[in-house]
């Protein structure tokens, strides 16, 4: 596995790679078994894997929450080295010199809803790093998770936009045992707020079953919010979208999906589903 610390070395690196596939997996650390899978699955797919690791100050838009990111190089590396062929961990000024002209994307129909109206500027930057590195790495593939739907969504216009050729490969969610998607935040979790964040799941699964029972969405809506006043979690929003324009919708349609982001102790954590096939 070899290590590029900047922009520099790594196109050294990709330029002895050319006419080969590359699978590339962006990511901001703190690696978990989530992460893995979307590595094996690049490896199995590509002749070359480069993983990036950096975490991208642009895409926060609350300094506290960047300043509570977990973040572990040495133990990433250990874990990666015999999936990956490259690692990518440059530091914030060789990604963003003194000179770097913020870009700025189309994405408006598909930012308005939950993370982008919850989070102002996120998708903004987590278009701008994504976008530097699909220009830098010009992959065959680039791997993302499921997890961050709205996020998936977004990257697959942009980079339609801007790196047709480029195929962008979703990855199932993985999960703990208790059904929590794996996030690098459950880092943050207590053992206690680790379980007590099953709930997001739980509930995910039973909006499911009380569409499938035919209860409207209005119902599950409301079903949902008591769920968590009783447990006195917060509730950021529960919404039930189109699969494709995301926005929300009142009637059944096929392949839509719910998704909820909720404060469990103080960190924030999200997860979706698809409730109707
Ligand atoms: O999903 C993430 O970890 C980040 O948003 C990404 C895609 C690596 C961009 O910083």
Not at 109 to 133: A, D, P, S, T, W
């Amino acid at each position: 596995m070899q290590i590029a610390k900047d922009k520099e070395t790594l196109q050294t690196l990709l330029n002895k790679w050319s006419g080969k596939s590359i699978g590339l997996v962006p990511t901001m650390g703190a690696l978990h078994e989530g992460h893995l899978s979307l590595i094996e699955k690049a490896k199995s797919e590509n002749d070359f894997v480069v993983v990036s690791i950096f975490v991208n100050p642009k895409q926060f838009n609350d300094p506290k929450d960047l300043e509570n990111y977990p973040s572990d190089l040495e133990g990433d590396l250990k874990k990666i080295q015999d999936l990956t062929d490259c690692v990518f961990c440059p530091d914030i000024e060789n990604v963003y010199p003194n000179d770097f002209k913020e870009l700025r994307f189309e994405i408006d129909h598909l930012e308005g809803v939950m993370e982008g109206k919850h989070r102002q500027g996120h998708f903004q930057g987590v278009c701008n790093i994504v976008y530097i590195l699909l220009d830098l790495v010009k992959p065959t593939r680039a791997y993302f998770g499921i997890k961050d739907y709205q996020q998936l969504a977004i990257i697959r216009h942009m980079s339609k936009v801007h790196f047709p050729k480029i195929e962008i490969v979703p990855c199932e969610i993985i999960r703990e045992e208790n059904g929590l998607a794996k996030s690098s935040r459950n880092l943050n979790l207590s053992k206690d707020d680790f379980e007590k964040a099953a709930i997001i799941y739980q509930n995910l699964i039973a909006a499911r079953d009380l569409i499938r029972s035919n209860k409207s969405i209005d119902q599950v809506k409301e079903i949902v919010r008591n769920n968590f006043q009783k447990e006195k979690i917060e509730l950021e929003y529960f919404e039930i979208t189109h699969p494709d324009t995301l926005q929300p919708i009142n009637s059944r349609i096929p392949r839509s999906r719910g998704f909820i982001a909720a404060y469990v102790g103080n960190v924030r954590l999200i997860d979706n589903l698809e409730l109707i096939e």
